[in-house]
């Protein structure tokens, strides 16, 4: 049997905003935006195109939900993005102003730093060193 993890489901408040700070502060990719009905949209982003896993923009559909955005996983760090080049990626962050929650630093694994998004979620942006899984 082969499995393989392909897309999560992050917990957002409104699409267009969502789509707008991940696309234009982070450089991912819009990979589908389809309307299901007055409320709902499929909406899809990613890295890059070929990414592995996938993010599901998932607009809270009640009050319980609305109450789990940005936190998702009791305040730990929610998503790992691996990079080929932290120090371009930092600067991006920096010049976009997401919120470094920690600064760079060299861990046995590579270079790690952590961010939080537009909603709270706690991000490491790690770049794995060449004996480090990828």
Not at 37 to 66: F, H, M, T
Not at 87 to 92: A, P, S, V
Not at 97 to 105: C, G, H
Request: a negative charge.
């Amino acid at each position: 049997m082969s499995q393989k993890l392909v897309q999560i489901a992050l917990v957002i408040d409104d699409y267009d905003k969502a789509i707008a700070y991940y696309t234009q502060k982070l450089k991912f990719q819009l990979l589908e935006d389809t309307r299901l009905s007055e409320s709902k949209r499929w909406v899809v982003i990613a890295p890059q195109a070929d990414a592995g896993c996938r993010i599901l923009l998932a607009k809270a559909a009640n009050e319980e939900q609305a109450g789990r955005i940005g936190n998702q996983t009791g305040g730990r760090v929610f998503l790992f993005l691996h990079t080929d080049d932290i120090e371009g990626d930092y600067r991006n962050l920096i010049v976009n102003r997401v919120k470094i929650k920690r600064e760079p630093t060299t861990e046995v694994y590579g270079k790690v730093l952590v961010f939080e998004d537009i909603y709270g979620n706690l991000w490491d942006l790690i770049e794995p060193d060449s004996l480090s899984f990828r």
